[in-house]
Nanobody, 125 residues
Framework: EVQLVESGGGLVQAGGSLRLSCAASGFTFDDYTIGWFRRAPGKEREGISCVGVSDGSTYYSGSVRSRFTVSSDHAKNTAYLQMDSLKPEDTAVYYC??????????????????WGQGTQVTVSS
């Protein structure tokens, strides 16, 4: 069974850091791109980053670029999102997704086949 499980969310103060994990199982990890999305209360789902597991390609949206870093570990079938310099506006449920696609500016929601359940990130002022 295909499964993606996010973890690492929590409550932090503005300026703090969190590292989210996305553990994958049930598919060939190396063939996929892992995307990170978030949904803040009352807001549309926003794609913020992706990483191509096999080639290491990455993309970041303007809202997180220079603060967040995405990576993957083939041996652990796990992707990570390191979040630094967190701001209150980063408060959201964060989701990882997997798709047989490239990671680029053009990669969007419809390119992903599998989704995790999400993990809550709350950043206090």
């Amino acid at each position: 069974e295909v499964q993606l499980v996010e973890s690492g969310g929590g409550l932090v103060q503005a300026g703090g850091s969190l590292r989210l994990s996305c553990a994958a199982s049930g598919f060939t990890f190396d063939d996929y791109t892992i995307g990170w999305f978030r949904r803040a209360p009352g807001k549309e789902r926003e794609g913020i980053s992706c990483v191509g597991v096999s080639d290491g390609s990455t993309y970041y949206s303007g809202s997180v670029r220079s603060r967040f870093t995405v990576s993957s570990d083939h041996a652990k079938n796990t992707a990570y999102l390191q979040m630094d310099s967190l701001k209150p506006e980063d408060t959201a449920v964060y989701y990882c997704a997997a798709g047989r696609t490239t990671c680029s500016y053009y990669t969007g929601t419809d390119d992903y086949d599998y989704w995790g359940q999400g993990t809550q990130v709350t950043v206090s002022s």
